[in-house]
């Protein structure tokens, strides 16, 4: 298989290792061992204790059926024997290509945003166009574009709801038009949708609940701030289901008897997680926002509660070269936009521990003023 590198991956893989501050990554201020068994008010001393006992067999092969309950609790129509487990959302995203692409399929996929959702199927032999997003919506796509280029032969579109880097969120209303134009050519759709809005003012809803034909994507990697556990799943109806446990056995067989325990204790305390990631979205929002209004290189079509955001950079160098001097004289890590193929900015990841965030700020600002 001939497949591109992930830009933001091959990145952070060379580079998040030697920053001293962080201010790239999608996560929400990852949760420790001990705080996620906490959350219950118990003692994380009694969750080891316990599962000290427990065999390290393959244990449920596609999920506990807690895990499986949970996942499905989040959506209204989805059934728990159509939820499947996964190495993360990236597992799940190839688990989905995968039984949704045939060589020679037309794909149409929401772009820029997270690579994997054009290069897999295009790796897998697909025809893929591109729904572009403009900035001038607020880096939304255009519903009237996507119905121009969807055709009777179109088998798949994909979507990254919210997105990767922008943080847009596609509203239900268009989400609606999306689902009336797949099922206009009886197309699949593919929502990644591992950035949860937290924001009340969203008018956040899953595909899964709106088409059925659609596959969802999601893990407890973003919204949730454990991507250690590399906990994720795939939600579809009950035929796409089937070919996905027909690939599982080729590339998972199982996601592991301790993970999944961590999952269903990170999922039954998920209010606690959300409320938690709530605070941190607005508190370092605000924090931007303060920051963006004294430093006139930068500007953001501010992310709605979401924790990933791009930063448009009025520079007069190029982005990449930019953020590898902001390494290297001061220790902080953005991502560059060209690794999302959206030059002239950065990715932001706001949602770092506040201390960090505001010494990357600061010392952002420090790099900006060889602008001025
Ligand atoms: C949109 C999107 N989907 C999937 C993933 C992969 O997530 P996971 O850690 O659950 O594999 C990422 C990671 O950055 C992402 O941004």
Redesign the pocket.
Known sequence: MNIKTIG??DWLNVHEKSATVDIAQ??IASLTQDEILSLDDGDPAAFYEQFGREKMNYGWIEGSPAFKERVAGLYRTVHPDNVLQT???????LLAVMALVQPGDHVVAEYP??Q??YELPRALGAQVDYWQIHEELDWNPDIDELRALVTPHTALICI?NA??PTGTVLPRETLEQIAEIADSVGAYVLS?E??LPLDDTCDYTSMADLYDRAVV??????TYSV?GI???WTASNAEVADKIRVLRDYTLICGGVFNDAMAVHVLDHRDRILARNQRIIAENRAIVEAWLAGEPHASWVAPRGVS?SYLRLDIPVDDEAFCLDLLERFGVLLVPGSRFELPRGARLGYCAPKETLHRGLELLSQALRQFD
Do not use: F, I, Q
């Open positions: 933001v991956e999608s996560t190495n993360g959302a990236t597992g799940a995203n945003t997270y994997p959702l990254n997105s990767n990644d591992v950035y994507t999601n893990s407890l990697s973003k991507p590399r906990m994720g990933t």
